[in-house]
């Protein structure tokens, strides 16, 4: 009869965030599942993580298309909308390559092969390309573009022409900055438990990176495209240069300046940024071999003092 009056154990939900040493651990797991994903798999949600960027890039092009906010605030707002994008990665579910340079941990700590980690990175980035590409041609076939007097058509046409201008030593240095703050981002989510962690991790370092100008190749795969379309509409041009107050160059704005000038510098500072500043930064401090003990050990301490 005692036996049944013994109250049953109370089961604890932990509500707190992940600590970094946890959060190294769970993106090390996250890496050996990726490498394991099928090519189809892997293609299919780079797809998805292209359209998903593309819809935050035609959102944030919309919401500053007549902006008349100061510049730094009318930045700060095109990157909170943006957001949007990384959010449904995360969220729904996708293979973004920028976020998928972190799996350089699951590397390092040997927990997949040189070959899984470029597979990844192969399939995913070709995905995006892809899935950054359909979303160009939906929203040019929803004229989109005409919203306005075609001011948001003027609006993309200028971001895509300032893109194709840069110098590659800046477009690199833009490149790996931007893809530093997405993997902090990534980084943060998985120190959440719940949607609403993901969506606040996520926000701040995205909207970041967009307010400061800094370069991201799969945003650019949809930015760009949309502005060599919209630069053979003549009604999108002349908008664009009422915007600009000039004459506009646009010789630049071709699909081999979108890939010379632009793509190829800001994809190699992406990888810098996401592998080096982020991804071995992190695996060097919480998960080399002899120091990854001593961090579970202190984590224990810490558990049991709670």
């Not at 013994?6 to 651990?25: E, G, L, M, R, S």
């Not at 690199?172 to 998985?190: K, P, Y």
């Not at 630049?252 to 982020?278: A, C, D, R, S, Y």
Request: glycine share 10%.
């Amino acid at each position: 009869m005692a036996e049944h009056n013994v109250p049953k154990p109370v089961k604890v939900i932990d509500i707190d965030a992940y600590a970094p040493p946890q959060i190294a651990a769970r993106i090390d797991k996250v890496a050996a599942v990726k490498a394991k994903l099928s090519f189809s798999q892997t293609l299919l949600l780079g797809i998805l993580a292209g359209a998903y960027i593309g819809i935050g890039a035609q959102f944030a092009t919309l919401v500053i298309s007549d902006s008349t906010l100061h510049f730094g605030l009318t930045s700060v707002l095109s990157g909170i909308v943006f957001s949007l994008g990384l959010i449904l990665v995360v969220v729904a579910g996708a293979e973004l390559f920028t976020g998928n340079t972190l799996i350089i941990m699951g590397y390092v700590g040997k927990r997949i092969t040189t070959r899984e980690m470029f597979n990844n990175w192969t399939i995913s980035y070709i995905g995006n390309f892809i899935g950054s590409i359909t979303m160009v041609l939906w929203v040019n076939s929803s004229h989109q573009w005409e919203f306005f007097d075609h001011m948001v058509g003027a609006k993309a046409l200028l971001i895509a022409n300032a893109k194709v201008n840069l110098p590659f030593k800046t477009a690199l240095a833009r490149g790996v900055l931007c893809n530093s703050m997405v993997c902090l981002a990534i980084w943060l989510c998985f120190s959440g438990r719940s949607v609403a962690d993901k969506v606040l991790s996520i926000i701040f370092p995205i909207g970041g990176f967009v307010a400061s100008g800094f370069e991201h190749c799969v945003a650019n795969m949809y930015f760009i495209p949309r502005g060599v379309i919209l630069k053979g509409n003549p009604e999108v041009v002349a908008a664009a240069e009422k915007m600009a107050g000039k004459t506009l160059d646009l010789f630049q704005l071709t699909w081999g300046g979108f890939i010379v000038n632009n793509l190829i510098p800001v994809t190699l500072g992406n990888i810098v940024g996401g592998v080096v500043l982020v991804g071995i930064v992190f695996w060097f401090v919480y998960l080399r071999p002899h120091i990854s003990l001593s961090l579970s050990v202190k984590q224990d301490i810490f558990e049991e003092d709670r």
